[in-house]
């Protein structure tokens, strides 16, 4: 009879589960769960809170909840069915994909768009399917999670494909990454910079044109994941390209999700040229081997693209909420960071202190979410207050009625 080593037994699994869980506990960094027991919009009926006013969605425009949005899942549930039971490019593509991908590539202005379940998927299939080895990827330090791993997977698929970063928005060390990649004799095929279009934690966007610009210098293509930009940038809602004065034509790839502004639901896509659609349709694996995103979802998001483009009022709603907040919130004394997108940091350094007063605000039925280390950098911890197009005036002055009281308890 063999005897397994402690080491390598499945109680070592538990024990250094259960010792990672605690240490979490002791550094006060676990996650509670909230359950919302209704739809996501202005307020939302929070398990043990009862209604609230919800300023931490992505709900960027109240489409989640929107009869239309609503409806439109409804009819793709009863014409459709739950669900396509193959992936796309055995028996999963139904009409209502073709639609939405249409709709995308309209939106953008772009030739055409491919659909993943999540942006997640969708970055997850455009970095290992569009670069080769001898190619590079240089990504802003602060990108996404979903583009960090994408990258690391393309260059462990690709061996020869290399990887880079550089200082989050700084264009001299952008300039200098793809100055690097010029001189690098081992990099002979195609130089591929990505971005977030706005960065989810401070707010803030990249310089477009002048990135546009650097990889037209070197020949390099642009990729900007547009997912917190898309139906709040921009007059029309297009994104963080057209807050910059940019056609969509002026990026070469955007990635995005259907999964905040866009009716909340879920599901992501790649939109740029045929050509590049083409190939993530022959060779990307989250759909070559997964399932499409499901009618009911195709269908509402759908919708929410078509209301976004027949009332771009919604967009200039935001915008009128976002300045409306902003300057409640520092009339309120508060330090919060200066954007030009929906989301509003408020900077109170220690995440013991955003964790509180997270609490304090959910007392007085606002939902605010306080982020600290290690999603920020230690000492920068916040509350980040998101705005929506569906927040009313009585809304927006709860927020800054309660965060005026906080200041005074402080
Ligand atoms: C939210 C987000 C994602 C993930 O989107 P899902 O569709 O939920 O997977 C990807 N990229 C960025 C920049 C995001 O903000």
Redesign the pocket.
Known sequence: MTTVAASTSPAAFDARTDNTLSQLRQAGQIKHLQVIEGPMDATVRLRGHGEVACFCS?NYLGLANHPEVVQAAHDGITRYGAGTASVRFICGTFECHEQLERRIARFYGVESAYTFV????A?EAIFPTLCEPGDIIISDELN?A??IDSIRLAAVIKKGLHKTVYRHNDLASLRERLAQAAANPEITGTAWVVT?GVF?MEGDIADLPAMRALCDEFGAKLVV?D??GTGVMGKTGRGTHEHWGMDGTQVDYF?G????ALGGA???YVAGSQRAIELLVQRGRPTLFSNALPCTVACSADKAIEVLMREPQRVQRLRDNVEYARNGIRAAGWDVLTSPTAICPIIVHETARAIALSKRLLEMGVFVIGFGFPVVAEGHARLRVQISAAHTTAHLDALIGALRKLKAEA
Do not use: E, Q, R, V
């Open positions: 992505n999540s942006c997640w998927n970055n996404h979903s583009i977030d989810s994941d997912s917190h990635t999700t259907l999964g905040k879920a599901g992501g």
